[in-house]
């Protein structure tokens, strides 16, 4: 396996809890740059510094070049200080070690990147509890036991985010992770308007996967108001159809601030 060794584009590190997900937890967030879709169905608007208005999901700083005088570029030896900085002493004193949460973007797109690596081994290597937030639709290879160890938060894109199917769905990198990775699970952005083509893909998916996985549907919502107005649909069809319910506790919190 041949890795690459340049430095990671760091859109922001910070501390708070994991809104998300199967662990609702006190957590220091890695966001990396750069991503493999837009999705502009998400509908989400923001001003770039230049003034254009870009649109896609609720992290479109992380996605767009257009922020990219705003990143900071890390390799291992100054990257692991970093996220240092951020981790909650409290915790660690008590032998308790903070969660470590790396999300984008597409965190994937740094798998096969040395400084990348280092700093997952580093991290699992002293007893943090590492999740992987992804898309899962870039083709990966484990090849260290390390790994192993990693949770991957799936969210796997349907299609009112406005990406093209072929490109959303990627089979064997789910088995992959769910075959490597067991704790890992599928995590699907609800949309009570395209219900009806939603549950269809979620099916599909499943019907189509070789293992077992846990299953989130999440309430899509940019913001506080649109979280909760579609929380109880997701509810009730996480009550129908044997799902797990994933909230989106950071907006409920802090609605759209950002860094928390």
Known sequence: MNLTNKPIP????????QGEGKRISPATFVRTALCTF???GFGCKL???N??????????RAVSPLFKDRWKYYDFKTLVPEIKKYLNPTLSEDGRNPDIVFTGGEPLLYWNNQNYQNTLAYFISRN????????????????REYQKQIMFSMSVKLSHSGEPKERRIN??????????????????????ETWGTDILEISEILSELPIYLDVFLMPLGENREQLQANTQFVLEKCVEYGFSYSDRVHIRAWNTKEAV
């Open 171 to 192: 089979l064997n990198t789910i088995t992959k992770i769910a075959e490597h990775c067991p704790d890992s699970y599928l995590k699907f952005v609800i949309n009570p």
């Open 10 to 17: 760091i859109v922001e590190i910070f501390d708070s809890i």
């Open 128 to 143: 943090h509890k590492i999740t992987i937030e992804t898309n899962a639709s870039l083709d990966i290879d484990f090849f």
């Open 38 to 40: 837009q999705c502009k």
């Open 51 to 60: 003034g254009q208005i870009v649109e896609g999901c609720d992290s479109i």
């Open 47 to 49: 001003e770039a510094p």
